[in-house]
């Protein structure tokens, strides 16, 4: 596939892409009762009704499977990388985890999910390490094959590039 994107533009992408991740995957929740209303106010994009982000089947380090239904009535926040990543996916991962501190005793609203972009070398025990080094809440995702992957990548319009 040829190289359709500036230099410029592939080298900013991971950051851009990250902060425009995580404000558009976070799913609001709805105020329903009272007691809602003394809850932090969680700002994001809603894509429940989107036509794309609709949901994922993935293994978890664990073995076990996963999608978007496990984490119904939280704010999900979905972040897609690679534990060999330098700088975009610590830095995206810490920032996620001090927004989760800052919520205090609401935290527990926020999910934090990383989805390897690398599943062949980004082992369950290695992404286990990796995410709950940030946040002992967040879980990693592997897709089970390539296949899995690009079409993954299709339904939440990102775009990723083993080099």
């Known amino acids: 596939m040829p190289d ?12 851009v892409f990250s902060a425009a991740l995580l404000t558009a995957c976070a799913l609001a929740l709805p105020a329903c009762s009272p007691q809602d209303a003394a ?14 982000a609709r949901d994922f089947h993935l293994i978890d380090a664990d073995g076990q499977p996963r999608s978007l239904a496990d984490f119904k009535g939280k704010v999900v926040v979905v972040f897609f990388g690679y534990t060999q990543c330098p700088d975009v996916c610590p830095t995206t991962l810490l920032e996620l985890a001090q927004a989760r501190q800052k919520l205090g005793a609401e935290a527990g609203r926020l999910q ?15 992404l286990k ?11 990693a995702l592997t897709p089970r094959s390539p296949q899995e992957l690009a079409a993954l990548a299709r339904e939440f319009k990102i775009f990723y590039r083993q080099t």
Not at 129 to 139: L, Q, R, W
């Open 4 to 15: 359709r994107f500036p230099a410029a533009f592939s080298a900013a992408f991971p950051a």
């Open 39 to 52: 809850r932090p106010a969680l700002r994001g994009q809603a894509l429940h009704d989107a036509p794309y």
């Open 112 to 126: 934090g999910i990383f989805i390897t972009l690398d599943p062949a070398r980004d082992t369950p025990e290695v």
């Open 129 to 139: 390490a990796y995410v709950t080094s940030f946040d002992e809440s967040f879980i």
